[in-house]
């Protein structure tokens, strides 16, 4: 079982930044990959972003060229920094790290965008 520890929502205006932590009771690299999930209200959770211990990174159409995903292995800490952001990214944010099919989840960060 890992501990994951999301951190860094908050109100932001549109066209602002947030920084979104998450940090792992182990090595993020014991894991096959690490993401930001998020859900809106009424909504289903869908992807935002992923990272492999290689260092891959998938996006959705939705964050492309606003958001980066990023891994710190001396920290245990993924990160998502999310730029240019809209009243529409306003959501729960969860990290997730998945390891052989099995998806371990934090308790999330609300992130709320004003337009």
């Known amino acids: 079982q890992v501990q994951l520890v999301e951190s860094g929502g908050g109100l932001v205006q549109a066209g602002g930044s947030l920084r979104l932590s998450c940090a792992a009771s182990r090595s993020i690299f014991s894991f096959d990959v690490m993401g930001w999930y998020r859900q809106a209200p009424g909504k289903q959770r869908e992807l935002v972003a992923t990272?492999?211990?290689?260092?891959?990174?998938k996006y959705a159409d939705s964050v492309k060229g606003r958001f980066t995903i990023s891994g710190d292995n001396a920290k245990n800490t993924v990160y998502l920094q999310m730029n240019s952001l809209k009243p529409e990214d306003t959501a729960v944010y969860y990290c997730?790290?998945?390891?052989?099919?099995?998806?371990?989840w934090g308790q999330g960060t609300q992130v709320t965008v004003s337009s």
């Open positions: 997730a790290a998945t390891r052989l099919g099995y998806i371990n």
């Open positions: 990272i492999t211990g290689g260092g891959s990174t």
